[in-house]
């Protein structure tokens, strides 16, 4: 007997509505210092972002803040843009438009001060593979790029809670 309008109906809205619930809960990672092997496997990934708490693909995964206290940085001005790969010189164009640039974060992205440019007009952008806010409260002050000894620079980022 095949099942009535009205009951697939709602079977497939359902669906459709637990899904993206289901996809975000299982692409969470629990934000956690990564080790010397895990940044330099990383590295060679244009997709993934190597923070202080953690390595991940903004475009399907989130760390996790809540075990370690973060706040949630909704509404912040300072956000976290990556590039698609070989597309590093589209930043010209968002200085333009006020973005400013305050570092750089492995791979492919910058940490920067909206001036008042939205998120959702950096995801109109195609060069533009991932744009989001930082995950908790970060300052320019607590954030400076590093010339290691053999040349390398690095990033680093102090992620605090915000009062």
Not at 3 to 8: E, F, L
Not at 139 to 144: G, K, L, N, Q, Y
Request: aromatic residues 8%; hydrophobic residues 50%.
């Amino acid at each position: 007997m095949p099942m009535p309008t009205r009951t697939a109906l709602a079977a497939a809205l359902a669906l459709a509505l637990a899904a993206p619930a289901a996809f975000s809960a299982n692409n969470r990672i629990t934000a956690a210092a990564p080790g010397v092997d895990a940044i330099d496997a990383a590295r060679s990934s244009p997709n993934l972002l190597i923070l202080r708490g953690g390595i991940f693909d903004p475009a399907s995964q989130a760390l996790d803040f809540s075990a370690a206290g973060v706040a949630n940085a909704a509404g912040s001005s300072y956000a976290i843009v990556q590039f698609q790969p070989n597309h590093l010189d589209a930043r010209k164009a968002l200085a333009k438009a006020g973005v400013q640039f305050l570092g750089y974060v492995p791979n492919n992205a910058y940490y920067v001060r909206l001036n008042g440019l939205g998120l959702s007009e950096l995801a109109h952008d195609p060069a533009i593979r991932w744009a989001g806010v930082a995950p908790g409260s970060m300052s320019p002050a607590i954030c400076s790029i590093v010339k290691r000894s053999n040349g390398m620079s690095a990033f680093r980022a102090w992620i605090t809670q915000s009062r």
